[in-house]
């Protein structure tokens, strides 16, 4: 089995900015693609940021030139830096893992809670 463990979340003050962490237990390198989505109450699992194997990075326009997601395949990690905040920000982020091979599924996260008040 697969697990992700989020970590970095927390309180932060509007136009803040916070680092989410996602630790895989395999390569992330095997994933097809990795992402953050997030959830706030009431409300649909949203997509936030997404890269693939190879690159490419597709974010929400509701985070774009304020998100940056990047990995590190030597520590099996993805990262979500999120810079200028806001509070409609607040929600609780799940790191997303898909692989195609062997089979087509998706891994999640146990989530992490991002609050952005002042």
């Known amino acids: 089995q697969v697990q992700l463990v989020e970590s970095g979340g927390g309180l932060v003050q509007p136009g803040g900015s916070l680092r989410l962490s996602c630790a895989a237990s395999?390569?992330?390198?095997?994933?097809?693609?990795m992402a953050w989505y997030r959830q706030a109450p009431g409300k649909q699992r949203e997509l936030v940021a997404r890269?693939?194997?190879?690159?490419?990075?597709n974010y929400d326009d509701s985070v774009k030139g304020r998100f940056i997601i990047s990995r590190d395949n030597a520590k099996n990690t993805v990262y979500l830096q999120m810079n200028r905040l806001k509070p409609e920000d607040t929600a609780v982020y799940y790191c997303?893992?898909?692989?195609?091979?062997?089979?087509?599924?998706?891994?999640w996260g146990q989530g992490t809670q991002v609050t952005v008040s002042s």
């Open positions: 997303s893992g898909h692989t195609v091979v062997p089979i087509n599924e998706d891994y």
């Open positions: 395999r390569m992330i390198a095997s994933f097809d693609a």
């Open positions: 890269i693939t194997s190879g690159h490419n990075t």
